[in-house]
């Protein structure tokens, strides 16, 4: 940062929480093992659309593994120099014809320019989230037209606001049982592992504050986590103003409408035919 320029505290917090959960690619492997139906349901959309794809917010390839494995061309961008170099490691574990098909570009969504397009880009599991202010949504989206070829889509999820889980009071800590945390040495430690949430309603963010404390003794520690959080009527109205309309909008991974009771919401969107920013 060069001298004199101020750093404002609150743009400290949401970097942290836009990077710390990535800066240990096991852990985040671990966490998410379980959660494929997002995997299969990207995999089927790309099979169908076919190549290239951009899929932007890439991490460690946990969705672009799979669809190179298709045989489909596709450039993953992340900003997190560690998910990347977990993606690459975990590319020398495949076969030539699958590393082929990926390009690892790191990069910001709101600032990527790659020279190309793409009749599909994706943007999986919340990586959206990490946009927290109206220049950073409008940043994403005008750089996304600019890597959709006309009738291209752009398809992404994020979860949706549970008006109960924001308004969880910051001094709780929720519990979850006792769990091995993968180490980079061979051997894992057993860690206590709670969570506290902190809603801040005029940003509309919110902090989770994961705290890891190890059984045996040793520091505990506490990796933060910012998540936007947009209210459907909102993110169609960014979606519009910013040149996009939704082709549909599914409320889980098997293709149910989005639904009051969804958790998730997957956003279908082609651009707005005739649209011309202003
Ligand atoms: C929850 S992870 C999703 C990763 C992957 N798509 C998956 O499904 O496992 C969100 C990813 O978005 C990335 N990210 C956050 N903000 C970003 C930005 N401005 N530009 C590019 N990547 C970003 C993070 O580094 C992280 O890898």
């Not at 599909?120 to 950073?136: G, M, Q, S, T, W």
């Not at 993968?182 to 919110?206: G, H, I, N, T, W």
């Not at 045996?216 to 910012?226: Q, R, V």
Request: net charge neutral; aromatic share 10%; glycine share 6%.
């Amino acid at each position: 940062m060069g001298a004199g320029v101020t750093r404002h505290p609150e743009d400290a917090e949401l970097e942290a929480g836009t990077s710390a959960h990535y800066e240990d690619p096991a852990y985040y492997q671990q966490t998410y093992a379980r959660r494929t139906e997002d995997v299969a349901y990207y995999v089927d959309l790309a099979s169908k659309h076919g190549g290239p794809i951009l899929e932007v917010g890439c991490g460690n390839g946990r969705i672009t593994l799979p669809i190179a494995r298709l045989g489909l061309d596709i450039v993953g961008v992340d900003r997190s120099a560690p998910m990347l170099d977990d993606l690459r490691r975990r590319m020398q574990q495949e076969p030539t014809h699958t590393v082929d098909r990926i390009d690892v570009r790191r990069g910001d969504m709101r600032r990527l320019r790659l020279g190309r397009r793409f009749p599909l880009v994706i943007c999986p599991f919340n990586a959206f989230l990490h946009l927290y202010e109206r220049k950073d949504v409008e940043a994403f989206l005008a750089r996304t037209r600019e890597h959709l070829t006309p009738n291209g889509s752009l398809v992404f999820d994020v979860s949706m606001p549970q008006p109960s889980e924001l308004a969880r009071d910051p001094a709780r800590a929720y519990s979850t049982p006792r769990f091995r945390y993968p180490d980079a040495s061979s051997s894992s430690m057993l860690v206590r592992y709670s969570e506290r949430f902190d809603y801040d309603k005029l940003r509309q963010v919110l902090f989770v504050a994961m705290e890891f404390s190890p059984v045996n003794g040793g520091d505990s520690w506490m990796t933060p986590l910012a998540h936007r959080q947009f209210h459907p009527q909102e993110l169609e109205a960014l979606l519009h103003y910013n040149g996009f309309r939704i082709t549909s909008l599914e409320g889980d991974f098997e293709g149910s409408a989005a639904t009051s009771d969804s958790e998730s919401l997957v956003f279908h969107c082609k651009l707005r035919r005739g649209w011309r920013p202003a």
